[in-house]
T-cell receptor
Framework: AQSVTQLGSHVSVSEGALVLLRCNYS??????LFWYVQYPNQGLQLLLK??????LVKGINGFEAEFKKSETSFHLTKPSAHMSDAAEYFC?????????????FGTGTQLKVEL | GAVVSQHPSRVICKSGTSVKIECRSL??????MFWYRQFPKQSLMLMAT?????????EQGVEKDKFLINHASLTLSTLTVTSAHPEDSSFYIC???????????FGSGTRLTVV
């Protein structure tokens, strides 16, 4: 069984400040981990994914995440927040990278960016 | 590449009627499509997994007779909500794949409102 816990349903940062969205996972096998962003009334867009290669993963829009096995974490960061980053972010885990993989999603974190 | 089109984006229907939602992979062949349901301010819940040419696999608690899924071709899967009731009002999202990078791409979602 696999699960994802996202700490903090709402995170608020100032424009230009560091963004840190937390994700911890549980998996019985080496996991594949994903971060998605969702804007209102839209589908999900993949930000980045970890598939057992480099532990520091760089994604789109300046986001990156680091896989830490010892901490079972995959936190999402961005050095400088932009107003356009305001959205809902979901962490997800899968037992496989593709080929019929089922994604288990966290409950999401709403990111608010203030002037 | 890897574009998934979901239609309609919004639909309002009367209680007791049926609604069909289409999910199309536009530039790749999708052997697997997933259907999710998302309640307001909540995460995505997997409803069913659809493989081309075979019956869909439903998650526990999802009524297969109410949520009919057809995946007749490698580019199209449909979800039909039969005899819709107000409690079926939700945001439905599909994802299709695997694509070239073995990942899955999400559609833009369908907002269903049953009145």
């Amino acid at each position: 069984a696999q699960s994802v816990t996202q700490l903090g349903s709402h995170v608020s940062v100032s424009e230009g400040a560091l963004v840190l969205l937390r994700c911890n996972y549980s998996s019985s096998v080496p996991p594949y981990l994903f971060w998605y962003v969702q804007y209102p009334n839209q589908g999900l867009q993949l930000l980045l994914k970890y598939t057992s290669a480099a532990t520091l993963v760089k994604g789109i829009n300046g986001f990156e995440a680091e896989f830490k096995k010892s901490e079972t974490s995959f936190h999402l960061t961005k050095p400088s927040a932009h107003m356009s980053d305001a959205a809902e972010y979901f962490c997800a885990v899968s037992e496989r990278a593709g080929g019929g993989n089922k994604l288990t999603f966290g409950t999401g974190t709403q990111l608010k960016v203030e002037l | 590449g890897a574009v998934v089109s979901q239609h309609p984006s919004r639909v309002i229907c009367k209680s007791g009627t049926s609604v069909k939602i289409e999910c199309r992979s536009l530039d790749f062949q999708a052997t697997t499509m997933f259907w999710y349901r998302q309640f307001p301010k909540q995460s995505l819940m997997l409803m069913a997994t659809s493989n081309e040419g075979s019956k869909a696999t439903y998650e526990q608690g999802v009524e297969k007779d109410k949520f009919l899924i057809n995946h007749a071709s490698l580019t199209l899967s449909t979800l039909t909500v039969t005899s819709a009731h107000p409690e079926d009002s939700s945001f439905y999202i599909c994802s299709a794949g695997p694509g070239q990078d073995y990942g899955y791409t999400f559609g833009s979602g369908t907002r269903l409102t049953v009145v």
